[in-house]
């Protein structure tokens, strides 16, 4: 009996053209220094063990290739609806000990339907179904590929599509962030996807052949123009669509764009039923009476400083309308300035139906806005000034390609490339308290705890004057008795992000990073040292208060209150993936 000792299959896209997604690439400069002979072959298959350890799935053969799809550089996972009987719980992960209970029988069948983008000028997107353990059940002698067609593709709408983001109700609605070149601008692109199952039985499940069927698109531009703020580097000549973001606001459909070249992040509802439609096809009337057609209408926006550049968006883990108190938190990474946003985002449905159209100077910008100043990724001394006694060349050939990598030295000048300063993803805590955020050029991820609450308590002084404690309980919004916890003192705050410490992030150029569903490891895919690297989060919140119990909403500590920094993040493992662009995990 084949044991399969891995607890997640990880789906690493890259980029399959030399020199990609740099914009510090010219015909004067090469870019970011790396090693320029490894290029990408498609998108990978990892499995992972339960303490983070990775190993190379379909005998390291890529399991969509570059001649299924050029510069697969973003994906997106739909898990099998049909998983192994036994235990269908989220599992642990991150413990030293190797789960080795799952034998072959219960995997063998299960399939993986991906979607992703190709990053080209003519952007498209592509579904495949592969198999991650496929080469288990080849012959040695002749390795298993998972995927040789792809069971749907259509176009983008746009140029350079960069994300891609998927809902799942009755149809699989897909939003494509199309990045767009410097003459069109950026774009959303919204398909509408029917899962149809070819059986007379008419039951989905992905782990079976089905039948994928596009009944309606639309789109919406951004505008050719941006805010030409970023004169260095020429990146905000026109819009440029970087992120999409579903949300599911109490029932209401929600859509967040983050836009690189507009220094703006747009709120979109989703129309359903729209007359409008951008679909050429003859059965389109037929299939909109039957399925519903989307289509995004701008309701609010929130500009980021000028200059910054808005690239990730990642909505807040307790966002739930049950969770959460009186409104909503999201971040964003800015990318040209190399520093985080935390946003307050409505939670009134009302708000909802007081956009207009171009979404300037409505009610709902009231609930949409930034929350302090933004944070930087980035020490102070940085840019470092470089040794002039060495040779930033010496690990670099005469066409500036790495030949003698090594992540703990600088071996080249970042301040060339916009001072330093490129920002890029980030993910939230599965509890929400943590933020991790990655910094290209520096290599590094930095960790920042969220004090996210109305309200908190704090810890007394030791002598406390009475005075002190009156006012405590004639705060009408106190619920509850001091009696409760007479060595805490309440207090008012709005939420904000504090910074707790900064790591390297293992390799070069860290893209895209990625959360198991444990909420223990952490992978991150580096673009020019061309591999992805797991860590292991350990967190210590044993100090952690909250009152949610109490009056409906959370809180974390400040500085002289509890101390909840104790979370790190330890290195476990590093496997080889040129040009990656994206990492992608789901559980067994």
């Known amino acids: 009996m084949t044991i ?26 090469s870019g970011v220094p790396h090693d320029r002979t490894k290029i990408g072959q ?15 799935l379909n005998n390291g053969e890529p399991v969509v290739r570059a001649s299924n799809v050029i510069n697969p550089s973003y994906l997106v996972v739909v898990p099998p609806l049909s998983l192994p009987p036994d235990n269908k719980e989220t599992k642990d992960c991150g413990n030293e000990k190797e789960d080795n209970s799952n034998n072959m029988d219960k995997y063998k069948s299960i399939r993986h339907l991906l979607w992703c983008v190709s990053e080209v000028e003519e952007g498209k997107m592509y579904s495949f179904h592969v198999r991650p353990f496929a080469s288990l059940l080849a012959s040695s002698s002749s390795p298993s590929i998972m995927s040789k067609t792809a069971l749907f593709q259509c176009s983008t709408n746009g140029s350079y599509p960069c994300h891609i983001e998927l809902h799942q109700a009755n149809t699989d609605i897909l939003f494509v962030s199309n990045y767009g070149s410097d003459k069109e601008g950026g774009s959303v692109h919204v398909s509408n996807v029917i899962i149809r199952s070819p059986s007379s039985t008419n039951v989905i499940d992905h782990n079976n052949n089905v039948d994928l069927i596009q009944t309606a698109t ?31 606001n109490g029932g209401t459909s929600v859509v967040y764009t983050t836009d690189l070249g507009l220094d703006v992040v747009i709120r979109y509802r989703m129309i359903i039923n729209c007359d409008e439609t951008t679909m050429d096809d003859d059965d389109e009337k037929e299939r909109q009476d039957k399925y519903p057609h989307y289509h995004l209408k701008e309701i609010g926006r929130t500009n980021t400083p000028p200059g910054s550049g808005p690239r990730s968006f990642v909505l807040h883990p307790q966002n739930s309308r049950e969770n959460h108190r009186l409104y909503r938190l999201a971040a964003v990474t800015l990318e040209l300035t190399a520093q985080v946003l935390l946003l307050k985002i409505p939670n009134d449905d009302e708000t909802l139906n007081n956009g207009s159209e171009s979404g300037e100077d409505n009610a709902a910008n009231d609930h949409f806005h930034a929350l302090g100043e933004p944070l930087p ?40 490339f916009n001072n330093g300063r490129w920002g890029s993803d980030l993910v939230w805590s599965k509890d929400g308290i943590f933020l991790f955020v990655a910094a290209r050029l520096h290599d590094s991820i930095s960790i920042f705890t969220l004090l996210d609450s109305e309200s908190s308590w704090k810890k007394n002084e030791e002598k406390e004057d009475n005075q002190s404690k009156e006012e405590d309980h004639k705060d009408s919004r106190r619920k509850l008795d001091c009696n409760q916890k007479p060595h805490l003192r309440f207090i008012r705050r709005i ?3 504090r910074f707790i410490r900064r790591i390297p992030s293992g390799g070069r150029t860290p893209r895209c990073l990625t959360l198991s569903e444990c909420g223990k490891l952490l992978l991150v895919a580096h673009q020019h040292s061309h591999d992805i690297c797991s860590f292991r989060i350990t967190t210590d919140t044993s100090n952690y208060i909250d009152v949610s119990e109490v009056d409906g909403r959370g809180c974390n500590d400040d500085e002289n209150e509890y101390n909840c920094d104790d979370v790190m993040l330890t290195f476990v493992d590093r496997i080889d993936a040129p040009c990656a662009a994206c990492v992608k995990m789901v559980a067994l």
């Open 4 to 29: 399969i000792p891995y607890q997640y299959v990880t789906y690493v896209g890259c980029y399959t053209i030399p020199g990609q997604a740099d914009p510090f690439s010219s015909p004067s400069s």
């Open 42 to 56: 498609g998108i990978l298959a990892i499995g992972i063990n339960s303490n983070g350890k990775m190993t190379l």
């Open 218 to 248: 639309s789109y919406i531009r951004h505008g050719s123009i941006g805010s030409n703020v970023d004169n260095n580097n020429n990146r905000q000549i026109s819009s440029h669509a970087h992120t999409c973001c579903y949300d599911n």
């Open 377 to 416: 990724l980035l020490p102070p001394n940085w840019p470092p000034l470089i040794n002039n006694n060495k040779n930033i060349n010496d690990n670099c050939d005469n066409n500036n390609n790495i030949t003698n990598y090594d992540s703990d030295n600088i071996d080249y000048d970042p301040s060339k």
């Open 495 to 497: 939420p904000h992000l």
